[in-house]
């Protein structure tokens, strides 16, 4: 069959790329749909920053960089991190860490906020206390095996929040019995906090 012979018939060569045009824009409609359908829920974890988008809304934890200067920890409030490392910790002393919790304004719905805290790596001799306004919770299962806390607020839709103090007098205290990275025990050597903080839709 030559090319005029196709022309004329049912899948002809021009019907053939108009349909394969039509083919295209509405996979790359559906393509678009799926996509927004499922951006509300995307999780992007990066070391001690979760974000969980809700609604199209984004909801990060960060924290203020922590500097140390004369054997003194102290917080840069000028400077957002997504983490802080203590070279030195010395026994006796308070360690400043302040996450907080930062939500744009886009969300369509009202949600509840949650942080999830990971201190497994945590030793027994370094303590704190997460502030009365967040109350444990089982109400969503924990994504990086640590304990769930729950907002004391739902937050409205279309309101740009921001969360502080979520460390009680944002700092960890050090016990006299902490034991430095020379001595190797359980409690020595290397550890972590990570808090990650969810953004979750009432309707």
């Known amino acids: 069959m030559n090319r005029s012979n196709r022309k004329n018939g049912f899948l002809s060569y021009n019907n053939l790329l108009r349909a394969a045009a039509v083919l295209f824009i509405l996979t790359m409609i559906s393509v678009w749909w799926v996509s927004g359908l499922f ?48 070279s030195i910790v010395v026994p006796g002393t308070k360690l400043p860490k302040d996450p907080f919790v930062t939500i744009d304004g886009n969300s369509d719905a009202s949600g509840v906020v949650y942080i999830e805290v990971n201190d497994d790596g945590l030793p ?25 806390y729950k907002y004391k607020n739902v937050l409205p839709a279309h309101t740009e929040t921001l969360i502080e103090h979520i460390i009680k007098d944002d700092e960890l205290a050090v016990s006299e019995n902490f034991r430095d990275k020379s001595n190797k025990t359980k409690n020595s050597g290397s550890f972590s906090m990570v808090f990650y903080a969810y953004l979750i839709q009432t309707d």
């Open 124 to 148: 027994d001799e370094i303590t704190y206390s997460i502030s009365s306004d967040w109350t444990l919770s089982d109400d969503i299962a924990p994504m990086h095996g640590g304990r769930i």
């Open 39 to 86: 951006a509300k829920f995307i999780v992007s974890d990066n070391r001690s920053d979760a974000v969980r988008a809700a609604a199209f809304s984004e909801i990060a934890v960060k924290e203020h960089k922590v500097v140390y200067d004369n054997g003194v920890y102290s917080l840069d409030t000028s400077k957002a991190v997504s983490s802080n490392e203590y």
